[in-house]
């Protein structure tokens, strides 16, 4: 019967009447009902019943539900089931479908109703298709992953000054080039920032190199001589044609990450989550001044004070103007020194006899 322990609250026909059988061998060797039942984890009453039944030849369970008042009747069926014909590949729901019956004056019944319904008829909802997954594009074959390579830009908010900034990462070196605080969001702002980070990096030249030669066509973005690659989503004033325009005037490309995918724009994202958990009285000023002076400082800070995790834990700025591979290799060297001084030490000091006791006999 493949019963271990108590016997179910269900069970088959079958079952039971092996169960029976075997109290009624029980009981014509002598055992009483009830030493038989324990025995078999069967409820004595439920042992009555049972032998009850059987003589009724009603062992088997009726099946559940009985015949409720408030069923469904046969047309309103058939009429779910039309409904399903007609409006299944529309609604593609039984809650939406339970309301279009309504709402053409078919049937009024529930939505576990239709589902039910239905089921009882093998009938499903053909699922949509999923999208497939994108893929982020790879930056431009000619681009080099070095600083003053690759820029990365989006605009954050600072809610209690009612202020955007825009900022401008490097995207290699992580340092935190320039902000523009204004309450505006337009291409004026991007133009305003890139001015500026080209002017303290020292890339104006190579922009006023590129108009002496007259290579530069505003129509044309010539991904063949850039000076730099700039990185940002698809906010409009990334992608609005005067930011277009200016960017192939300084002989910049862009690249743009994906449609609501912000982990394409991961570096800019974290920039902007570390100054404002780590520097959270920005969030509170209200004078957008203020906020001008303080995000200045606190660039400072983060450039030349915080160590970066993502570029082996030295500042940006160090990054940026090539001393991060020697201060890590400087730790390397120092980590290993230490090593072999530790060993030294305790080798030295180390006792190659064993220390006599007060017990020890000489």
Known sequence: MGLSGPVPARVEAATKTGLLDLVDEAVAAGWSLRRACHELDLGEVRAHRWRARRGLGRLGDLPPGGSPMHGLLPEEAEAILALFQEWGETDRSHRKLAHRGSYLGRFWVSPSSVRRVLHLHDKHF???PRPGRSRRRPFPDWVQYTPNSIWIYDTTHFPAAGMAVLIIED???R?????VVSVEETSTQVEVA???ALEAEGLMDLVEARHDDGRIDLGVE???RPILLAVSDNGPQMTSGSTREFLALCAIAQHFGRPGTPTDQAWIESLNGHIKGEYPHLLAIRDPATLRAELKITRAHYNGV?????VGYVTPNDEHEGRGKAIRKARQAGLEQARLRRLARHRQARQTRPTPGPDDVG
């Open 126 to 128: 053909r699922a949509l």
């Open 222 to 224: 010539d991904e063949q």
């Open 194 to 196: 890139f001015t500026q």
């Open 171 to 173: 995207l290699v070196s």
């Open 306 to 310: 915080r160590l970066h995790a993502g």
């Open 175 to 179: 340092k935190w080039l320039t902000e």
